[in-house]
């Protein structure tokens, strides 16, 4: 079965510091990779997607992912954190078959302190 | 930027009642879907709509739950009879392709 893990609940950086959420994902086929922010009474907002190619993908923000397949992993970037950047980050895999179905984690909740 | 919109932001209702929520999606997308977080948890999948039907349903998207385009520009998902814990953050989201779904601001669905 599909599934999606993000170990850290919540995380907290100064800003300007870098920032890297992790995501794991469980998947056996190629996986659809998606990452989404969701600001405070906001929707999902997509940050950037992997389905082939390049692994190191680039998103809107500045924010950056890489897809590491021989870990199962996802993790996403930034090199320097604003406090706009404050707010819910989900990670979400998909069938490569269907696409129909999103996993999403349970979210990592970002506060960025000044 | 074209965006997905949601009416209403809240709604508040007693059990039993019928509810409609509604989405537009942007408009040149071909897939739509419906998407729920109950507070706390984990975004869930409740369904898929393509070419006018029902492509994709979860478990929780039981006979209580229908779907409808009922003109080209909006998509409702109706709960005919709530409960208490169909409570919720409702998400409806749109798709050019099948992977790369962009989604609303949510409806939060409170039933009392």
């Known amino acids: 079965a599909q599934s999606v893990t993000q170990p850290d609940i919540h995380i907290t950086v100064s800003e300007g510091a870098s920032l890297e959420l992790r995501c794991n994902y469980s998947?056996?086929?190629?996986?659809?990779l998606f990452w989404y922010v969701q600001s405070p009474g906001q929707g999902l907002q997509l940050l950037l997607k992997?389905?082939?190619?390049?692994?190191l993908v680039q998103g809107i923000k500045g924010f950056e992912a890489e897809f590491k397949r021989s870990q199962s992993s996802f993790n996403l970037r930034k090199p320097s954190v604003h406090w706009s950047d404050a707010a819910e980050y989900f990670c979400?895999?998909?069938?490569?078959?269907?696409?129909?179905?999103?996993?999403f984690g349970t979210g990592t909740s970002l506060t960025v302190i000044p | 930027e074209p965006e997905v919109t949601q009416t209403p932001s809240h709604q508040v209702t007693q059990m039993g009642q019928e509810v409609i929520l509604r989405c537009v999606p942007i408009?040149?997308?071909?897939?739509f879907y419906w998407y729920r977080q109950i507070l706390g948890q984990k975004v869930e999948f409740l369904v898929s709509?393509?070419?006018?039907?029902?492509?994709?349903k979860s478990e929780i998207f039981d006979d209580q739950f229908s779907v409808e385009r009922p003109d080209g520009s909006n998509f409702t998902l109706k709960i005919r009879s709530t409960k208490l814990e169909d409570s919720a953050m409702y998400f409806c989201?749109?798709?050019?392709?099948?992977?790369?779904?962009?989604f609303g601001p949510g409806t939060r669905l409170t039933v009392l």
């Open positions: 408009s040149n997308h071909l897939y």
């Open positions: 979400a895999v998909a069938s490569s078959n269907t696409g129909n179905q999103f996993y």
């Open positions: 709509f393509y070419n006018n039907e029902i492509s994709e």
């Open positions: 998947y056996g086929a190629t996986p659809y």
């Open positions: 989201a749109s798709s050019e392709e099948a992977q790369a779904k962009y």
């Open positions: 992997y389905f082939s190619g390049d692994t």
